[in-house]
DNA sequence: TTGGAAAGTCAACAAGGCTGCCCTATCAGG
DNA sequence: CCTGATAGGGCAGCCTTGTTGACTTTCCAA
């Protein structure tokens, strides 16, 4: 045992990895790793005239079919107008559906048509593939500390969020 | 012992984590986490007409001064008009200095001014704060496992670079 | 019946990606 | 000493996706 290891050990589990250089290296480590996330599905849809919105967009309505542009609005935390200009290419196109809201009609609800769904799975597929190899290559222990420390890097609300998120899908 | 914990045993380390509904909460886990990872800096920047850009360049030439353009934009992983227009402004703001290269005269050498050094820190200051808050939190088990998971989706090129970058600052 | 919330629309703007083309300075090999 | 390749910069123009602000329509609920 030597150099970084030793003094690592020396310190105690408490102070360890919170060095700026341990500190700096999990940021750059999330710059890469994000962009390599979102590479796969990037590739798709440049091909298609679509972007990451899109993707993030079909995402959420099929994890939780019918809600609400609001609900939408607040997960994917971006503003009416930026969300709605996608939210109009993808219905224009057939691949959501907005239909009037059920308890309140000034509401649309969202549902991703066949072909919505066809598209959302591509796509997802992509992105499982990766994050299924490198889950399989660090193995579970790795899998249970990455989901840990992802989520202790939340803001509250969001992590609230993320965690209510768990028991859907609920009934709209 | 229910529920899905009992599953998980069940089935073995193998298998574990790997349905399509925990990679999904993986995806949706960096989305969120990612989210939050640039926000703290992003804050700051608009405060002063930047971007999260000129942030990434802040970062890397403060972490390897006197690298090249081209190194920086092969990092970086963006084209060289991307680059430029960001690079430029932070040459006119006096936050970086550009040196004609020692070894050869064609290649620029990128530094931080004091001026772009205290940025810097500013920065990633804040995104440290956060990195910090989430290892403490979820304590250094899960950081390995969190820094394993990352390298893991990375692209091999892009590993190659950023294990690379574990021994530097180089010599220029 | 009326106030206000939800949704949508329009206009305008900015950051930061991209491509393509052109230019200069410089280096290295023949 | 040329000549081709390389490093960098600049210009024009494009796209996506984010922003703000103002405005309308729809429709629920008090």
């Known amino acids: 045992m030597q150099g970084k290891a030793r003094v690592q050990a020396m310190m105690g589990e408490d102070l ?29 849809l440049t ?13 959420f309505v099929n994890r939780d079919p019918g809600l609400t542009v609001t609900a939408l609005l607040a997960v994917l935390g971006v503003t009416k107008q930026s969300l709605n200009r996608v939210l109009r290419t993808l219905i224009d196109d057939g691949l959501v559906e907005s239909r009037v809201g059920r ?29 299924r190899a490198a889950y399989r290559n660090a193995g579970p222990q790795a899998v249970a500390g990455f989901r840990q420390v992802l989520e202790a890097m939340m803001d509250p609300e ?6 209510a998120m768990k028991d859907l899908p609920e009934d709209h």
């Open 16 to 44: 360890l990895f919170l060095t700026d250089d341990q500190l700096r290296r999990g940021i750059e480590a999330m710059f890469f790793a994000y962009r390599a996330f979102t590479a796969d599905p990037d590739m798709i």
């Open 47 to 59: 091909d298609m005239d679509y972007g990451r919105a899109h993707h993030r967009a079909l995402h």
């Open 103 to 131: 308890r309140d009609r000034r509401e649309r609800q969202l549902f991703l048509t066949p072909k919505g769904t066809a598209l959302e799975r591509r796509l997802s597929e992509a992105q499982r593939a990766r994050m």
């Open 158 to 163: 969001t992590r609230a969020q993320y965690q």
